[in-house]
């Protein structure tokens, strides 16, 4: 099979824009096989580090064109280019997120630059236009430091994670210079998707990372900055909000996942959780259960979150330990074992999909793409079985 490959461009990374991964014999269903590179489908400069499908017409993609903050959408010319359909609409800054309504009516774009959350009308070709920001997000946690603020440890567990950066420090200091190379340089992580001026003087701003949509034609959306979820209906004039749930503060909700058991898992960038968000029967949201993965490290941030094709494990990719949180999906979805705590075999996993019995990963750092094989039982992977060297990559979506 064939994904569309999102990536950083050379301001930031190495790719021209828009690639072609093969994952697989180009006949077989899976994507287990050999893993290839076939072309770079449409030069995008402004780094297209996001890229969605639309609905129903398999040859129109859109991309959050992050350094430009822009969303450009593409029409499919041929088995291996794509051209622009229309012209860029201006978003926000690093819009970092696109997502399309199922009737294809609209977008949703977050930006991570300026908390931006906006939508943008499709016309019946699929071609953006008419941009609307959505009203701010407010800070429900207060926009000043205190001692109750908790940066990367806001567990609903109460575990203790170790400071295995600090550890990792004076193992070195005490192994040497001759074998200080062989301890993993935990504590020097590459700056994160959080790291700012701002952040660096104790500042909290907004941050909107994703939109995802729910049935009934309800949106949720991540606020990084303000560790909300947000939760919207779609109306001609742009986005009217409807309610909004506060995580603990420091968590950084990054992405969200619509389960079919009725529930909305949401994975955290800076604690490195997976929060479980259900309605009651009023139809109001609330965070019922959360799990955090446990052995991440202080300096680790997650990244993406995926489920298996019958819904019954999850998978977190973690950034900085470079491993793969594997969840157990119980009960009736409301809670979340953690299985494993598996490698990746590639550096700064930014994003993952699983295809039936393979885990394809992105390795933003490492500049490569691995697959993993899962076990069928456990749903756990396996080591690395294929890899392709790939510039930068950001996000795999398969191709219809």
Not at 66 to 73: H, L, M
Not at 126 to 135: I, K, L, Q, T, Y
Not at 218 to 247: C, K, N, P, S
Request: hydrophobic share 40%; with cysteine; proline share 7%.
């Amino acid at each position: 099979m064939r994904l569309w490959v999102g990536a950083y461009a050379p301001d930031t990374g190495s790719a021209e824009g828009i690639g072609i991964l093969q994952a697989g014999e180009s006949d077989a269903p899976g994507a287990g096989g050999p893993l290839g590179m076939v072309a770079t489908a449409a030069a995008v400069p402004g780094s297209p580090s996001w890229v969605a499908a639309h609905p129903s017409n398999d040859d129109v993609v859109y991309a959050a064109v992050e350094f430009d903050g822009t969303v450009q959408a593409f029409r499919r010319t041929s088995e291996t280019r794509l051209i622009p359909l229309g012209p860029p609409v201006e978003a926000g800054g690093a819009v970092c997120h696109v997502a399309v309504a199922p009737d294809a009516s609209f977008l949703v774009a977050s930006c991570w630059g300026d908390g931006r959350v906006v939508r943008i009308a499709l016309d019946a070709q699929g071609r953006p236009s008419r941009p609307v920001v959505a009203a701010e997000a407010t800070d429900p946690h207060g926009s000043s430091s205190d001692e109750g603020t908790v940066s990367t440890g806001a567990r609903v567990s109460g575990a203790v994670v170790p400071d295995l950066a600090a550890a990792a420090r004076a193992l070195r200091e005490a192994a040497g210079d001759e074998y200080a190379h062989l301890v993993p340089d935990y504590d020097d992580a590459p700056l994160t998707d959080a790291e700012s001026e701002e952040a660096a003087a104790g500042a909290r701003v907004s941050r909107a990372h994703q939109a995802v949509f729910l049935p009934g034609g309800l949106i949720a959306t991540t606020d990084m900055g303000y560790d909300l979820v947000r939760f919207w209906r779609a109306h001609e004039g742009g986005l009217r909000a409807v309610q909004e749930v506060a995580l603990p503060k420091g968590s950084g909700p990054r992405h969200g996942l619509w389960h079919p058991s009725g529930h909305l898992y949401v994975v955290t960038e800076l604690s490195c959780e997976v929060f479980v968000l259900a309605p009651d029967r009023a139809g109001r949201w609330h965070v019922i259960s959360g799990q955090p993965l446990l052995g991440t490290l202080d300096t680790d941030t997650a990244a993406e979150l995926s489920a298996s094709r019958d819904g019954s494990t999850l998978y977190a990719g973690v950034r900085g330990s470079d491993t793969v949180g594997v969840l157990s999906v119980r009960g009736h979805g409301e809670e979340l074992q953690l299985l494993a705590l598996a490698e990746t075999g590639t550096h700064w996993p930014r994003h993952h999909v699983v295809v039936d019995d393979t885990l394809l990963v992105a390795g933003q750092l490492a500049h490569e793409i691995v697959s993993l094989p899962l076990d069928g039982r456990t749903g756990i992977p396996g080591r690395v079985r294929h890899r392709t060297p790939s510039p930068s990559p950001t996000r795999l979506l398969p191709m219809r």
